[in-house]
């Protein structure tokens, strides 16, 4: 059973940090994109962030370069996501995703449940 379970989030001030993991399980991780993506309220999806199967490449939207880091641990199945100077407008929930595909079958995408990320004071 694939599985993409976040946590992490919660309610931090204006200018505080935090980091969100998601594990995964039920699918080869290593073979694997993940990517960060967040929706607030009222709100299209956006994209946050985005790390390469093996963890050798990365790409942020420049609204989010400088404050946030993606990362992974392959042999953990994780993948994480390093918030700092967070601001208001930073509050939505955020959400894992998976892309890739198992040798010989079609490229498929997982998403996990979210976790909600608040800033405000």
């Known amino acids: 059973q694939v599985q993409l379970v976040e946590s992490g989030g919660g309610l931090v001030q204006p200018g505080g940090s935090l980091r969100l993991s998601c594990v995964a399980s039920?699918?080869?991780?290593?073979?694997?994109?993940m990517t960060w993506y967040r929706q607030a309220p009222g709100k299209e999806r956006e994209l946050v962030a985005v790390?390469?199967?093996?963890?050798?490449?990365?790409n942020y939207p420049d609204s989010m370069k400088g404050r946030f880091t993606i990362s992974r641990d392959n042999a953990k199945n994780t993948v994480y996501l390093q918030m700092n100077s967070l601001k208001p407008e930073d509050t939505a929930v955020y959400y894992c995703?998976?892309?890739?595909?198992?040798?010989?079958?079609?490229?498929?995408?997982?998403w996990g449940q979210g976790t909600q990320v608040t800033v405000s004071s």
């Open positions: 790390i390469s199967a093996a963890g050798g490449s990365t």
């Open positions: 039920g699918f080869t991780f290593s073979r694997y994109v």
């Open positions: 995703n998976a892309r890739g595909r198992e040798p010989g079958f079609r490229e498929v995408d997982y």
